[in-house]
């Protein structure tokens, strides 16, 4: 274990850790304990209670955040003819086909979100041992692979963001920036929750909602109360 520094030792202070605390009051102490010297992201941590090795229990998708993330993605589309011109209007940072393929298997990522149109999927699978590990593969789950790439484009940009459980039942997603209001922040946090809520397998049994916690980077996390929060 990492030995904590002076500064995260006295945030981590002003933490009830046995406490879940009102969404409102768990977004400001989130703000209050950002050590960081830069403006930190706010990220959410949901453990659920599903079993993901169970194919009936896989929780994957993508939600837009009404108040965004506060970092623009870069996003590269493959896509040919008027489907690149598309993507191209729509304010894609990169557009094209073969010779995108060619430099992220030579090395390139100055990107942060691919999209892809179906017909394009038989070469971008030629990446998959490059993009899977990084979670960069286009997937119809998240509205990534499509021909409708202006909305997906359009959507990203917005501060669309995706969500995976992991092999441990946990989901991590941003939800802004320490800078943001803490309206901003409480309502992009509701979107979020409320989605978590809709994608519920039907076959996780026991509680589903089994900690939510709220944390800035390099900050220490702050437990959630799940009946504070309103969900539409």
Request: proline share 2%; hydrophobic share 45%.
């Given at each position: 274990m990492a030995k904590k520094g002076k500064?995260?030792?006295e945030a981590a202070k002003l933490v009830d850790r046995m406490k879940a605390y009102p969404i409102e009051e768990a977004i400001e102490l989130t703000k209050k304990t950002?050590?960081?010297?830069?403006?930190?992201?706010?990220?959410?941590?949901?453990?659920?209670?599903?079993?993901?090795?169970?194919?009936?229990?896989?929780?994957?998708?993508?939600v837009v955040l009404p108040n965004g993330t506060g970092k623009t993605q870069r996003v590269l589309v493959f896509a040919k003819g008027e489907k690149a011109k598309e993507a191209e209007a729509a304010g894609a940072d990169?557009?094209?086909?073969?010779?995108?393929?060619?430099?992220?298997?030579?090395?390139?990522?100055?990107?942060d979100?691919?999209?892809?149109?179906p017909d394009m999927m038989g070469e971008v699978g030629k990446l998959g041992r490059v993009l899977g590990p990084k979670g960069l593969m286009p997937n119809p789950k998240t509205g990534t692979v499509?021909?409708?790439?202006?909305?997906?484009?359009?959507?990203?940009?917005?501060?669309?963001?995706?969500?995976?459980?992991?092999k441990a039942g946990n989901i991590h997603v941003p939800i802004g920036k320490t800078s943001?209001?803490?309206?901003?922040?409480?309502?992009?946090?509701?979107?979020?929750?409320?989605?978590?809520?809709?994608?519920?397998?039907?076959?996780?049994?026991g509680t589903y909602m089994k900690?939510?916690?709220?944390?800035?980077?390099?900050g220490p996390g702050v437990k959630v109360d799940p009946s504070s929060v309103t969900v539409k």
């Open positions: 500064k995260y030792i950002s050590i960081a010297k830069f403006d930190a992201t706010v990220e959410v941590a949901f453990r659920l209670g599903v079993d993901p090795k169970k194919a009936d229990q896989q929780i994957r998708g993508a990169y557009v094209g086909d073969a010779e995108y393929i060619t430099k992220i298997g030579q090395g390139w990522f100055e990107f979100v691919i999209v892809a149109t499509t021909f409708d790439v202006e909305k997906a484009v359009n959507e990203i940009k917005a501060g669309k963001v995706e969500y995976r459980v992991d943001f209001e803490n309206e901003k922040l409480v309502e992009n946090f509701s979107t979020i929750f409320d989605t978590m809520l809709k994608v519920k397998p039907a076959a996780a049994k900690n939510v916690s709220i944390t800035s980077t390099m």
